[in-house]
């Protein structure tokens, strides 16, 4: 099985900066696509970044040029910094990656179970 422990949530000031840090383990042979997906409550879980093993990146509107994600495939991590946070940014932070498995023949889809990021004064 692939566990994803996700750190590094906490409450921010608007402006602020924050860095959000998920760590992959357990039987992987190898780690595609990882992302940072996000849930406020009473609306849907959406994308906000995700990173191919190649590097290539891809970001939702609200929050190019604020937020970077990057990842070390060598330590199976994935990272987002966020800057210049904004009250609608708060939400549930969810770590995500299609990782196959050694028992595995195709990849899958493991989730985080959460970490808070609250934006307010």
């Known amino acids: 099985q692939v566990q994803l422990v996700e750190s590094g949530g906490g409450l921010v000031q608007p402006g602020g900066s924050l860095r959000l840090s998920c760590a992959a383990s357990?039987?992987?042979?190898?780690?595609?696509?990882m992302g940072w997906y996000r849930q406020a409550p009473g609306k849907q879980r959406e994308l906000v970044a995700r990173?191919?093993?190649?590097?290539?990146?891809d970001y939702a509107d609200s929050v190019k040029g604020r937020f970077t994600i990057s990842r070390d495939n060598a330590k199976n991590t994935v990272s987002l910094r966020m800057n210049s946070l904004k009250a609608e940014d708060t939400a549930v932070y969810y770590c995500?990656?299609?990782?196959?498995?050694?028992?595995?023949?195709?990849?899958?889809?493991?989730w985080g179970q959460g970490t808070q990021v609250t934006v307010s004064s």
């Open positions: 990173i191919t093993s190649g590097g290539s990146t």
């Open positions: 357990g039987s992987i042979f190898s780690i595609y696509a």
């Open positions: 995500n990656a299609h990782v196959r498995t050694l028992a595995a023949g195709t990849a899958k889809s493991y």
